[in-house]
């Protein structure tokens, strides 16, 4: 438990709430995996490992993210008064458990995604691919200046990288979402001629799909809605106009 008595500092918040994610490789997750791993912690590191295992067994139940939601929920719960987590300030025990949260849900990815996850989303990406030709500003009723506009293009980009990590939590996920919208609104409303509302959105944002060749959407999609944290609800009505 070195690693947790270390001067407090802003890094993992940083990087976790960063546009570009921890690599699954990442020291990081090494370091959660240590601490998960000493004598303090074999209770959390056993629930654990038990969620992960039932979550393989049984890929396609939707109550084992309620479980994995609701043990999570209880681990950090526990840590407010549990050597050596409670020691900690607040800010950095609530980075410990924001970065606990993404290795537990990164190792359910890992074991949730299924064949038939994989050959929806290649399916989709070739429909996609098919139409790319076609999908144009003037078919959409867009104005064709939207495509050079340098906003629509950094919603093209951080909607693609969600390519790079297909197993981000799903309120990561709707964060870059919203990220896109907020783009296509001003853009939409700097090149006129469309409404910058939910109609005009809906629009650009299926352009924009095109555009940043997806390869996992499907799949996360369904990600994001089976393992959705309970205590997020101000998000929904943005995942609902992305599906």
């Excluded at 008064?81 to 993404?102: F, G, I, M």
């Excluded at 949730?112 to 989303?121: I, R, V, Y």
């Excluded at 944002?205 to 499907?218: D, E, G, H, I």
């Excluded at 990600?223 to 101000?234: I, N, T």
Aim: glycine content about 4%; proline content about 6%; aromatic content about 6%.
């Amino acid at each position: 438990c070195a690693w947790l008595r270390r001067p407090h500092d802003d890094s993992m918040a940083a990087l976790l709430k960063s546009k570009t994610p921890t690599p699954i490789t990442d020291k990081g997750d090494k370091e959660i995996e240590m601490v998960l791993n000493s004598p303090h912690n074999k209770a959390f590191h056993d629930l654990i490992e038990s969620l992960i295992s039932h979550v393989a067994k049984s890929p396609g139940d939707s109550s084992c993210a309620s479980q994995v939601w609701k043990s999570l929920i209880q681990i950090e719960g526990e840590m407010d008064h549990t050597t050596p987590w409670s020691a900690l300030s607040k800010p950095r025990l609530t980075s410990v458990k924001e970065r606990l949260e993404a290795y537990v849900l990164h190792r359910c990815h890992a074991v949730w995604q299924t064949p038939a996850h994989k050959q929806e989303d290649k399916e989709f990406l070739a429909r996609t691919e098919s139409l790319t030709p076609l999908v144009t500003p003037s078919f959409l009723g867009l104005p064709e200046k939207l495509m050079s506009h340098h906003l629509m293009i950094n919603a093209a980009d951080e909607l693609s990288r969600l390519n790079e990590t297909p197993h981000e939590s799903p309120m990561r996920i709707v964060l870059r979402i919203s990220a896109s919208c907020n783009s296509l609104a001003i853009a939409l409303r700097e090149c006129g001629g469309v409404s910058d509302g939910a109609d005009g959105i809906v629009l650009a944002l299926a352009l924009v799909v095109v555009m940043a060749k997806l390869q996992y959407l499907p799949s996360m999609m369904t990600w994001a809605d089976v393992f959705w944290d309970p205590r997020e609800s101000q998000a929904t009505e943005l995942f609902c106009l992305f599906t």
